[in-house]
């Protein structure tokens, strides 16, 4: 099983739905984000969490907000979608006491907004 | 602010070549990492190699290996050696240590190892 879970891995809704991605890990690490994967683009960050009492709005926020509900599990929300939130979407964590801080990402979720 | 520039949208090489893919970078800071992640077709984010910004010596795993210019803020991947596996988009991407350790990422080069 991987490390960093993502789900949905694919999703296709309409415009002004609300959607959830969930991500979980079993790596025990403390920090957490969420990119968005446009291309030409690269990744871009949009939130993050150094634990479960920490959250911080990264380079793109707005449209879109986070629950961190445990140490494990980071989820964001688009509270209504649009079409120009149609992207590849990563989780990834790292360790606080891992000075070189690594990222260890999620498998992706592909969100399309019709 | 930081940025990373990746200026190869696309690149290929012939299987069993040599090929560098370029990436420089912006930066007042004097201590951070250096990555080169790569994402084959199946999406999934790989770490390739990392290299310390106070060390002078280029990091180098298996076949791939980087030429680290500090001064110069450049940061190249060579892949010698180029496997058919190798097809991928690489992402270039600096870390400060200090300061949250937020990533930057370039907009990544997309290379094709042709049989």
């Known amino acids: 099983d991987a490390d960093v879970t993502q789900t949905p891995r694919n999703r296709i809704t309409k415009t002004g739905k609300r959607i959830m991605l969930e991500c979980s890990q079993t790596k025990g690490h403390d920090r957490m984000y969420w990119y968005r994967q446009d291309p030409g683009l ?27 509900q445990a140490q494990a599990k980071f989820s964001l929300s688009l509270e209504s ?32 907004v019709l | 602010a930081q940025t990373v520039t990746q200026s190869q949208p696309e690149m290929s090489v012939q299987e069993a070549e040599t090929v560098t893919l370029s990436c420089t970078y912006d930066t ?23 290299q310390e910004a106070y060390k002078q010596q280029n990091a180098t795993e298996n076949r791939f290996s980087v030429n680290f210019q500090k001064a110069a803020k450049s940061f190249s991947l060579k892949i010698s050696d180029s496997q058919l596996g190798d097809t991928a988009m690489y992402f270039c991407a600096f870390m400060k240590l200090y300061g949250g350790n937020q990533f930057y990422f370039g907009t990544g080069t997309s290379l094709t190892v042709i049989p």
């Open chain 1, 42 to 68: 690269g990744l871009r960050l949009i939130y993050y969490s150094f634990d479960v009492k920490d959250i911080n709005k990264g380079e793109i926020s707005d449209g879109y907000s986070v629950s961190r």
């Open chain 1, 81 to 112: 979608a649009i079409p120009n939130q149609t992207a590849l979407y990563f989780c990834a964590t790292s360790h606080t006491g891992d000075v070189t801080g690594e990222l260890f990402f999620g498998e992706g979720s592909r969100l399309t």
């Open chain 2, 28 to 50: 007042s800071e004097n201590n951070y990492y250096l990555f080169w992640y790569k994402q084959p077709p199946s999406r999934q984010m790989i770490l390739v190699i990392r």
